[in-house]
């Protein structure tokens, strides 16, 4: 006889004066969601283990037939700084870039942007971040700074023709500062955005943002910068990326990025859980009737791959539970 | 008929008595303390009894103890019991492999239970199992959701929580489901039960409070796994849930910080990493 182990230590929460966030379920959804991979660069950047060349262009490759249209590929930041991306240009040139399919890769600098479309690179991102003690401790200058460093590399862009995404960190939330103002995040969001970028991500960097937190900052950046311009990227450290990411589907967003298999740990909380895995926003979204154009087992199966590889489980729920039914 | 034996550890009573007298002062309103379930069926509660007596029952705290049929119910009772809970499903195929019977016959067992617990002035609570997805059957339609609720609730039963059992559900499959169930039970009278199996606990939860539930069912570092499909999570952890509603500037009168600690002690004692991902971060942080 099956038992369900429903019973012990369960617990329930009455909620009382209950504040709704101001959004409804009913609330129309969008109909197509663009998926952005981030696990071969983000993913693969925060693990502890030196993945090696050609296992990070047979994942590239795995995932460019699962559907995904953005996979983001290397990052042509100095090796002395991250070693991780040290093969950045074998990397560039080994894959198999498939039809359709955008391979952005990390530009911090001109340099970076010259060797980057030197190896073929046809799209670029560029970081900033909300919080100023942030920008000093990981880029060592202060957030006007980081955002003036840019300009060289934005003209250079827009004369080659590479359009090039921003990436905004700790937009609800700083390891040292604490919480970040709405009205910070943008007016970086918005300088990136008229610097020319032409979509923003805004970066749940350690994972602390709520339902209610995120909808304030969206609230806010969406007065500066086009809805359709905008991304999230949630980190999962505190288990809030799908809600987050709901309400900001919700709020009309519909660029969504993750990480294959949840690769990409947190490096402010050491063994926590970093980024979302693809997998888990997939079903979501597959599962309100949204479109992202991903095939789910083709999904899992590269994220099945890269974890053998890693000799380390998949921080994928999804994953988890459909090998073991 | 087939049987299956899922391991699970047997917690000693004393360490179940101290988790609860410890969830007890963390401003937990309602703590679920074990079931009267024949231990020949659940060998974990075979100490429901001393469990029940052991506890220090906090005042405004509600102990509700699972009681399945007539027998189980009079043995809670005579434990001290002052609320119960009866478990139905929405699956035909779930109810008859888990509790041996169809709904009909489920339904009349807990008729039963259900009527005497009012001579004797005891809430009782109902729950729905499969309530976004059945193990067996697949997909379940929303409209079944709804009558078995619906015949709850008309029964007796003061509040009914719906589960996602194997928790396959989505924001999507909870929205259909809720919208048909509230057409027939007042949403005050809802509680959402949410498995984390999918990683979809949380966002289903805000998708059931946006439609206006206001009663969540959790398990303190999201104790008990899927027992349908080995290794994966289950319940989802109260403290992630917690995380998320006092985010969002709803009270619960909960002290997370109490929850994590309590989270920590039982998983300590047995020898296991939580569950609750707002637990290791916070274990983590630099």
Same mark, same amino acid.
């Given at each position: 006889?099956?038992?369900?182990?429903?019973?012990?230590?369960?617990?329930?929460?009455?909620?009382?004066?209950?504040?709704?966030?101001?959004?409804?379920?009913?609330?129309?959804?969008?109909?197509?969601?663009?998926?952005?991979?981030?696990?071969?660069?983000?993913?693969?950047?925060?693990?502890?283990?030196?993945?090696?060349?050609?296992?990070?262009?047979?994942?590239?490759?795995?995932?460019?037939?699962?559907?995904?249209?953005?996979?983001?590929?290397?990052?042509?930041?100095?090796?002395?700084?991250?070693?991780?991306?040290?093969?950045?240009?074998?990397?560039?040139?080994?894959?198999?870039?498939?039809?359709?399919?955008?391979?952005?890769?990390?530009?911090?600098?001109?340099?970076?942007?010259?060797?980057?479309?030197?190896?073929?690179?046809?799209?670029?991102?560029?970081?900033?971040?909300?919080?100023?003690?942030?920008?000093?401790?990981?880029?060592?200058?202060?957030?006007?700074?980081?955002?003036?460093?840019?300009?060289? !590399?934005?003209? %250079?862009?827009?004369?080659?023709?590479?359009? @090039?995404?921003?990436? +905004?960190?700790?937009?609800? $939330? =700083? #390891? &040292?500062?604490?919480?970040?103002?709405?009205?910070?995040?943008?007016?970086?969001?918005?300088?990136?955005?008229?610097?020319?970028?032409?979509?923003?991500?805004?970066?749940?960097?350690?994972?602390?943002?709520?339902?209610?937190?995120?909808?304030?900052?969206?609230?806010?950046?969406?007065?500066?910068?086009?809805?359709?311009?905008?991304?999230?990227?949630?980190?999962?450290?505190?288990?809030?990326?799908?809600?987050? !990411?709901?309400? %900001?589907?919700?709020?009309?967003?519909?660029? @969504?990025?993750?990480? +294959?298999?949840?690769?990409? $740990? =947190? #490096? &402010?909380?050491?063994?926590?859980?970093?980024?979302?895995?693809?997998?888990?926003?997939?079903?979501?979204?597959?599962?309100?009737?949204?479109?992202?154009?991903?095939?789910?087992?083709?999904?899992?199966?590269?994220?099945?791959?890269?974890?053998?590889?890693?000799?380390?489980?998949?921080?994928?729920?999804?994953?988890?539970?459909?090998?073991?039914? | 008929?087939?049987?299956?034996?899922?391991?699970?550890?047997?917690?000693?009573?004393?360490?179940?008595?101290?988790?609860?007298?410890?969830?007890?002062?963390?401003?937990?309103?309602?703590?679920?303390?074990?079931?009267?379930?024949?231990?020949?069926?659940?060998?974990?509660?075979?100490?429901?009894?001393?469990?029940?007596?052991?506890?220090?029952?906090?005042?405004?705290?509600?102990?509700?103890?699972?009681?399945?049929?007539?027998?189980?119910?009079?043995?809670?009772?005579?434990?001290?019991?002052?609320?119960?809970?009866?478990?139905?499903?929405?699956?035909?195929?779930?109810?008859?492999?888990?509790?041996?019977?169809?709904?009909?016959?489920?339904?009349?067992?807990?008729?039963?239970?259900?009527?005497?617990?009012?001579?004797?002035?005891?809430?009782?609570?109902?729950?729905?199992?499969?309530?976004?997805?059945?193990?067996?059957?697949?997909?379940?339609?929303?409209?079944?959701?709804?009558?078995?609720?619906?015949?709850?609730?008309?029964?007796?039963?003061?509040?009914?929580?719906?589960?996602?059992?194997?928790?396959?559900?989505?924001?999507?499959?909870?929205?259909?489901?809720?919208?048909?169930?509230?057409?027939?039970?007042?949403?005050?009278?809802?509680?959402?039960?949410?498995?984390?199996?999918?990683?979809?606990?949380?966002?289903?939860?805000?998708?059931?409070?946006?439609?206006?539930?206001?009663?969540?069912?959790?398990?303190?570092?999201?104790?008990?796994?899927?027992?349908?499909?080995?290794?994966?999570?289950?319940?989802?952890?109260?403290?992630?849930?917690?995380?998320?509603?006092?985010?969002?500037?709803?009270?619960?009168?909960?002290?997370?910080?109490?929850?994590?600690?309590?989270?920590?002690?039982?998983?300590?004692?047995?020898?296991?990493?939580?569950?609750?991902?707002?637990?290791?971060?916070?274990?983590?942080?630099?």
């Amino acid at each position: 006889m099956t038992r369900i182990s429903q019973c012990h230590f369960n617990h329930f929460c009455v909620l009382s004066d209950f504040k709704s966030v101001g959004l409804r379920a009913a609330d129309a959804l969008p109909e197509k969601v663009k998926m952005v991979e981030v696990g071969p660069r983000d993913g693969l950047q925060n693990e502890k283990t030196v993945v090696p060349t050609e296992t990070k262009i047979k994942l590239i490759n795995m995932l460019s037939e699962s559907g995904l249209a953005v996979i983001e590929a290397t990052s042509f930041v100095s090796p002395k700084w991250v070693p991780q991306m040290a093969d950045q240009t074998e990397v560039m040139k080994g894959i198999s870039k498939k039809p359709g399919v955008s391979y952005p890769v990390l530009t911090p600098n001109l340099k970076g942007f010259q060797a980057a479309v030197g190896a073929g690179a046809s799209e670029v991102a560029i970081f900033g971040a909300a919080s100023e003690l942030f920008s000093k401790k990981n880029i060592n200058c202060s957030v006007e700074e980081s955002l003036q460093r840019f300009d060289d !590399i934005m003209k %250079a862009a827009k004369e080659a023709a590479v359009p @090039v995404r921003g990436y +905004v960190s700790c937009v609800v $939330g =700083c #390891p &040292y500062e604490g919480k970040v103002a709405p009205e910070k995040v943008a007016h970086v969001a918005k300088r990136l955005y008229s610097m020319g970028c032409y979509e923003i991500s805004l970066g749940d960097t350690i994972g602390v943002g709520t339902p209610g937190s995120m909808t304030e900052m969206l609230e806010a950046v969406s007065k500066e910068v086009p809805l359709s311009a905008l991304a999230v990227h949630c980190h999962d450290t505190y288990g809030q990326a799908l809600a987050n !990411i709901l309400v %900001a589907l919700q709020m009309g967003v519909s660029v @969504v990025d993750s990480s +294959v298999a949840g690769l990409g $740990g =947190c #490096p &402010y909380a050491q063994g926590a859980s970093g980024n979302v895995a693809t997998e888990d926003v997939v079903y979501m979204l597959h599962g309100l009737g949204i479109q992202t154009g991903v095939d789910l087992q083709k999904l899992m199966d590269a994220g099945a791959f890269i974890c053998r590889t890693l000799n380390r489980k998949t921080s994928s729920k999804v994953a988890q539970a459909t090998c073991k039914l | 008929m087939k049987s299956f034996i899922v391991p699970q550890e047997i917690v000693p009573t004393r360490v179940k008595i101290e988790l609860i007298d410890m969830l007890s002062a963390t401003g937990l309103s309602v703590i679920e303390a074990t079931s009267f379930v024949s231990s020949k069926w659940v060998p974990q509660m075979a100490d429901h009894t001393d469990v029940l007596q052991g506890i220090q029952r906090a005042p405004n705290v509600r102990y509700p103890v699972l009681t399945p049929n007539m027998q189980g119910f009079q043995d809670a009772i005579a434990a001290g019991a002052t609320e119960v809970a009866v478990f139905g499903s929405a699956s035909e195929t779930f109810s008859r492999r888990n509790i041996n019977c169809s709904i009909d016959e489920s339904m009349l067992r807990f008729e039963e239970v259900i009527n005497a617990a009012k001579e004797q002035q005891i809430p009782v609570r109902g729950y729905v199992s499969c309530a976004l997805g059945c193990p067996y059957e697949g997909c379940i339609e929303p409209p079944k959701v709804a009558e078995v609720a619906k015949r709850m609730y008309e029964m007796g039963c003061y509040e009914i929580s719906l589960g996602d059992t194997i928790g396959v559900g989505t924001p999507g499959s909870m929205f259909k489901m809720l919208q048909k169930v509230m057409k027939d039970v007042p949403v005050d009278a809802l509680a959402v039960h949410c498995h984390d199996t999918y990683g979809q606990a949380l966002p289903n939860i805000l998708t059931a409070l946006q439609m206006g539930v206001s009663v969540v069912d959790s398990a303190v570092a999201g104790l008990g796994g899927c027992p349908y499909a080995q290794g994966s999570t289950g319940n989802v952890s109260t403290e992630d849930v917690l995380y998320m509603l006092h985010g969002m500037g709803i009270q619960t009168g909960v002290n997370l910080n109490k929850v994590i600690e309590a989270g920590d002690c039982i998983c300590n004692a047995l020898g296991r990493q939580t569950n609750s991902r707002v637990a290791q971060a916070k274990g983590r942080t630099l």
